[in-house]
């Protein structure tokens, strides 16, 4: 299917902006376009006359982009994206996934849900991603700081890895706490005794 | 008071220095004492805060005053059912410009610009010469088309004159942006609140031309936006939060608090700025005004003059200015709409046994007053105004349909 529908997304985020723009194309929207630089909003839309816009929700421009729309002196003026005004629910699924459509004003519902429904998604699925993205992080972080420890173990207690790694998960459990907080907290100890400065 | 007990109230707010209030609720401990557990949200956009309210994430919001009424009047982009029931200070504004915008102004006007008045007349100069040579339109920006930055640089401008959309460009730049729209060169002058004016001129990117408050004194900015389905359900939480917000109030109007509450707004997730960029609003003493040093009267009144009270005659004034400005068209069946977004017997009822002096009148002439004045309140002693219009024109609520008449733009 190719809809002849133009959508203009604008983010910031180029990686963000790149995820929606395929996902769109995939699905058969052969006329999008991206907007990263804020400059050129009110020259791109004159120019493209976009049917459908999709703007993330954190962009501080979003209330400049609303006054271009009030000033726009073409008939077709975009509006909010709630084509149907009385439906809350897509307000609500848009606003939590953090994005924001307008659409211009006398488009069909069924015509605008599919682009709207689209972004959300998108933009859930890449929050999800930058979720796993930060997980990851943080467990490789947890990993370097528990490697940091068990040497700090074995050297002070001449424990091997394996004796060293035990000790540590003995206390978490005995303490109901993360293995990397124990860790950590050795870490800092040490570092504030420690006169061969390990970890400075 | 355990935490489980408090009443949890959600609410959004921009980084401005008139976030203060909510801020001091907060961080001083005031919403607590009458049992509210608030939660502060920073927002990128004033869009941002009506959606957010719509869909049900905020109870109530930092908003520009005129928020509400475009509400009210369904100008909103999406439905938002909103009220007033406090103000959230008067003042705050200013108006600055480029430093080559400021050179030719001073050049133009062969002296001193010692006041609003010299400054606009001097601008009117700047643009008529502009247009002899061919040079572009000057570039104006305010925050948002319903606030009170926009009718006030429009006030400004007309009373000197100028005609905003003929004579030049007015644009929309989020508040953080604006100094550096103006280094850049995308904006020849601004209009926002503080401290995004200190800003640019700390930066060396403008020159504060004029104040909120020498444009007119006294003026409204910003409101306790409240969801009505909130107000409706939670009538007495919602008392207990103005009057958590009215000591909040006071305590940022005491001059012995406003260092701590420069610190408290500097922080990264309030405002983010060092608490230097946040003094002179607070203090009224400005590093440079239109050149030279100055001491701004009134440049941010928290508290002092009934500066929480949600006046009836603000809320018309700037539906005057919204007919003005060819926002709306003029109805008289409107100025029930716009008189009931703002709701002082909600406030009054909130306030009653806390033995301030509240305004017995819901409404005023506005203007009227030219020195501090004694005025009826419901107990106590109350001083309102000085309020004047830098032009010494007056808006009389009765007479709002004249007064638009007379103002109208052909």
């Known amino acids: 299917m190719v809809d002849l529908l133009s959508v203009l997304v604008i983010d910031e985020n180029r990686l963000r902006a790149s995820v929606i723009e395929a996902g769109l194309l995939d699905a058969g929207y052969k006329r999008v376009r991206l907007l990263h630089d804020m400059r050129e909003i009110a020259r791109t839309i004159e120019e493209t006359r976009p049917d459908v816009i999709v703007i993330d929700i954190e962009n501080p421009n979003r209330d400049m982009l609303e006054s271009i729309f009030a000033l726009t002196r073409t008939v077709r003026r975009p509006i909010a994206m709630f084509v149907d005004r009385s439906d809350q629910y897509a307000i609500e699924a848009a606003v939590d996934a953090g994005v924001s459509a307008y659409v211009v004003d006398g488009l069909k519902q069924e015509r605008v849900k599919p682009i709207v429904d689209m972004a959300i998604s998108r933009f859930k699925a890449f929050s999800r991603m930058a979720q796993d ?10 990993r370097k700081i528990v490697d940091r420890a068990k040497g ?11 004796e060293a790694y035990r000790l540590l998960r003995n206390t978490a459990m005995n303490q109901n706490r993360k293995i990397s907080d124990i860790a950590q907290s050795l870490v800092t100890a040490s570092s504030l005794l420690d006169s061969e400065g390990e970890t400075q | 008071m355990k935490a489980s007990d408090l009443f949890p109230i959600h609410a959004g707010f921009l980084p401005l220095l008139d976030s203060a209030i909510l801020v001091t609720a907060l961080e001083r401990g005031f919403a607590r004492e009458e049992g509210i557990d608030l939660h502060l949200a920073r927002e990128t956009s004033w869009a941002n805060i009506r959606d957010r309210m719509a869909v049900g994430h905020f109870d109530v919001a930092h908003m520009l005053a005129p928020m509400p009424i475009a509400a009210s009047l369904g100008l909103s982009q999406i439905p938002l059912n909103v009220i007033a029931p406090m103000a959230l200070g008067l003042g705050g504004n200013a108006v600055t410009v480029s430093k080559s915008l400021h050179n030719a102004m001073v050049a133009a006007n062969q002296g001193p610009l010692d006041s609003p008045l010299a400054a606009g007349s001097a601008l009117n100069q700047t643009l008529k010469e502009r247009i002899q040579t061919g040079e572009r339109k000057p570039v104006f920006a305010v925050v948002h088309p319903y606030s009170g930055h926009n009718y006030e640089l429009r006030y400004w401008l007309a009373a000197n004159g100028i005609m905003p959309e003929r004579d030049l460009d007015l644009v929309i730049v989020p508040p953080p942006l604006m100094s550096d729209a103006l280094k850049a060169g995308t904006i020849d002058g601004f209009c926002v609140g503080e401290p995004w004016n200190s800003v640019a001129v700390a930066q060396d990117a403008g020159v504060i031309i004029a104040t909120k408050s020498e444009i007119w004194r006294c003026s409204p900015e910003k409101v306790l936006g409240v969801s009505a389905q909130f107000a409706d359900s939670h009538p007495e939480i919602l008392g207990g939060l103005l009057r958590a917000l009215v000591r909040a109030a006071i305590w940022c109007g005491d001059a012995g608090n406003h260092d701590d509450l420069a610190t408290l707004l500097s922080q990264p997730h309030y405002i983010n700025l060092d608490k230097m960029r946040l003094a002179p609003a607070l203090s009224g003493q400005f590093p440079v005004v239109r050149g030279t040093p100055h001491h701004v009267e009134d440049f941010f009144l928290p508290f002092e003059r009934a500066a929480t009270f949600p006046w009836k005659s603000h809320a018309l004034w700037f539906y005057s200015q919204m007919v003005r400005w060819g926002q709306v068209e003029w109805n008289a069946a409107s100025l029930d709409k716009v008189s009931a977004a703002y709701r002082p017997d909600i406030y009054r009822g909130a306030l009653k046994h806390m033995g301030l002096a509240i305004p017995a ?39 709002i349909e004249n007064y638009i008449k007379a103002q109208a733009v052909d």
């Open chain 1, 152 to 162: 700090i173990l074995m050297r002070s207690k001449g424990l091997s890895e394996d």
């Open chain 2, 361 to 399: 009148a819901s409404s005023k002439v506005e203007g009227a007053l030219e020195r501090p004045t004694p005025v009826g309140s419901v107990q106590g002693t109350l001083l309102l105004g000085p309020d004047g219009f830098f032009d010494g024109q007056i808006f009389d609520p009765d007479e």
């Open chain 1, 133 to 142: 993205l930060e997980e990851a992080r943080s467990e490789l972080a947890d």
